[in-house]
């Protein structure tokens, strides 16, 4: 009876396996030719979990689910820039056990339109919602109207722009400054380096960095890293040419697995590494070599660009994962979960995103007549310096030392920097320079125009050499130390308080102040009160002659604040 029951199981197990295969197979073919195409990867769509397959010389796949539903395989090939032969991501809709399933994948059209006429951001947002409306508060879409970048150009954004430098009334007729590049890449890259920021005008040129201003991007070529974006092949455009395709649009993205539809998506994994957004943020003064922005690097020698748990990279920080699963158009139907759904905000430095980065703590002691404070500025979360970007953005520690209320006298240790006044004869509020503390901030000197006289600060444009690199990198502490007097004669037990602050400024003060800005183009403060950490302590008591008296004690307190750094690229 026995031998019985584990036969008929045995059976009823082998007819419950031939019900349901554990697998689905088939082939990936060219669309236009019908070859079979070796190493393309095959998935089920929107499954981060999902196997992935390779298929074989003759376009074979098999692919072992056994989804207890109707499932979208996707296939891709990556974007190689290199070949003449790439193609676009496709599905193909597949059952339990269906064998000979075929995914054909449009191949990408070897020429590229030169006479483009790139769609703004508005065409993308009709389907794309969520992403362009992030988008348009952002300040890429603001970056070819940006009041700063036009006062700096060309004195044209702000009312009292045209005071102080100007870039178009101090330099040779012609030249550009190469602000449009960045700025507005969708007009200038037809003719490199050549656009005028102030003549950025058509709406593609006014859309700043667009949606294909990024997804039109083939490639970042990392042997001219140091270059300024498509001037002189850095960053490689691929514009569609309708001739070959009726679509406006061949994008590039890091989803492999996208119908390929009117998009006619290219899966480039480029768009899951910093160097995409090296295509900007890392350049060089193409004359002089000296750096203006340098936030890649900073990127690749952060604790942050180690493989392992703590890997990040500047989408997981400035494009984090939304909360909730979601489609990416209206035209889909496929509900992605939040892992492939990312933030389009690009968000940079703002108090309450970026509170985590920067740690400030401080201890305070008396010794021998003096208060002496030990002051710790740590880069724990950025995984760039801090601060990072372009050469205005600046930093300062401050340091208050009272006694019932009244200034100490400095005695020992750094003073805030020459930078961080304004040039308004006299001393006005918020000028630090010469007090007790420190600056960090990448100070670049240089000749106007190549002529006159040295200046400092300049512009990247400007810049010979570097006279000063005091920011903090990613991953390190910064540590000075401050000595204050005691007055002679202080009795036991008076009130010693110890106040430290770090603040974010986003331009040089006098830069600023002679400009007239009062906020960030974006509206946010031109300062931004880091972290602070206080500490108090009971004097000990000093005889006539300054030495301690027998009964002195003292209590060193550690305040630990968190702070503010720009993790990623702080945009102009």
Request: with cysteine.
């Amino acid at each position: 009876m026995q031998k019985h029951t584990w036969m008929w199981a045995a059976l009823a197990l082998l007819a419950v396996s031939a019900e349901t295969p554990a697998a689905i197979s088939g082939v990936v073919v060219d669309d236009g030719t019908g070859q079979p195409i070796a190493g393309a990867e095959v998935r089920v769509q929107a499954d981060p979990s999902s196997p992935v397959v390779l298929t074989n010389a003759a376009g074979q796949w098999t692919i072992n689910i056994a989804p207890p539903a109707g499932v979208n395989l996707a296939a891709s090939v990556r974007y190689n820039h290199s070949s003449n032969i790439n193609y676009v991501t496709n599905t193909a809709f597949a059952v339990n056990g269906n064998t000979g399933i075929e995914i054909r994948l449009p191949r990408l059209p070897v020429a590229s339109n030169n006479s483009y006429v790139p769609p703004t951001s508005q065409l993308c947002g009709a389907c794309h919602i969520d992403q362009a409306e992030q988008w348009s508060t952002s300040r890429h879409a603001g970056a070819a109207r940006n009041e700063w970048v036009l006062d700096l150009h060309s004195g044209t954004g702000t009312p009292g722009g045209g005071a102080g430098y100007v870039f178009t009334q101090t330099h040779d007729p012609g030249e550009t400054g190469f602000c449009a590049t960045c700025h507005a890449p969708m007009q200038d890259v037809f003719t490199p380096g050549q656009l005028q920021l102030n003549q950025a005008t058509t709406p593609h040129g006014q859309d700043g960095v667009g949606c294909l201003a990024c997804h039109q991007i083939a490639d970042v070529d990392v042997g001219q890293i140091q270059g300024l974006h498509h001037v002189g092949g850095k960053t490689d455009y691929r514009f569609p040419d309708p001739t070959e395709h009726p679509t406006a649009f061949y994008v590039f993205g890091a989803l492999p697995d996208v119908d390929a539809g009117f998009m006619r998506n290219i899966y480039n994994p480029l768009f899951e590494q910093p160097l995409l957004c090296a295509s900007c943020h890392q350049y060089n003064n193409p004359e002089t070599g000296v750096s203006g922005q340098n936030t890649y690097f900073e990127w690749l020698a952060s604790p942050y660009a180690q493989p392992g748990p703590g890997f990040r990279t500047c989408q997981n920080c400035h494009m984090p994962n939304e909360t909730t699963p979601g489609v990416l158009a209206t035209t889909s139907s496929v509900e992605r979960p939040p892992s492939q759904r990312h933030r389009h905000t690009f968000i940079g430095a703002t108090p309450t995103t970026l509170s985590g980065a920067i740690l400030l703590r401080i201890s305070a002691r008396e010794q021998a007549g003096q208060i002496v404070v030990d002051a710790e500025v740590e880069n724990r979360g950025a995984g760039h310096a801090f601060p990072t970007g372009i050469a205005i953005r600046n930093a300062i520690l401050s340091m208050d030392v009272r006694l019932d209320g009244q200034p100490l006298t400095q005695v020992g240790g750094p003073n805030i920097p020459w930078w961080a006044n304004d040039e308004v004869p006299g001393t006005q509020p918020g000028d630090l320079a010469g007090l007790p503390g420190k600056g960090f901030a990448k100070v670049l000197e240089g000749r106007i125009n190549g002529q006159g006289p040295v200046v400092r600060p300049v512009l990247f444009i400007d810049g010979e050499r570097v006279a000063e690199d005091s920011v903090i990198p990613s991953g390190q502490t910064d540590r000075s130390t401050y000595r204050f007097q005691i007055p002679q004669g202080t009795p036991v037990g008076r009130n010693i308080s110890v106040d430290a602050r770090l603040l974010y400024r986003r331009a040089w003060r006098a830069l600023a102040v002679t400009k007239g800005w009062t906020q960030t183009p974006g509206g946010m403060p031109i300062e931004i009160q880091v972290a602070q950490a206080q500490a108090t302590l009971a004097t000990q008591g000093t005889s006539a002659v300054g030495i301690p008296s027998l009964n002195w004690w003292s209590i060193g307190l550690l305040v630990s604040a968190l702070g503010l750094a720009g993790i990623a690229v702080l945009r102009r």
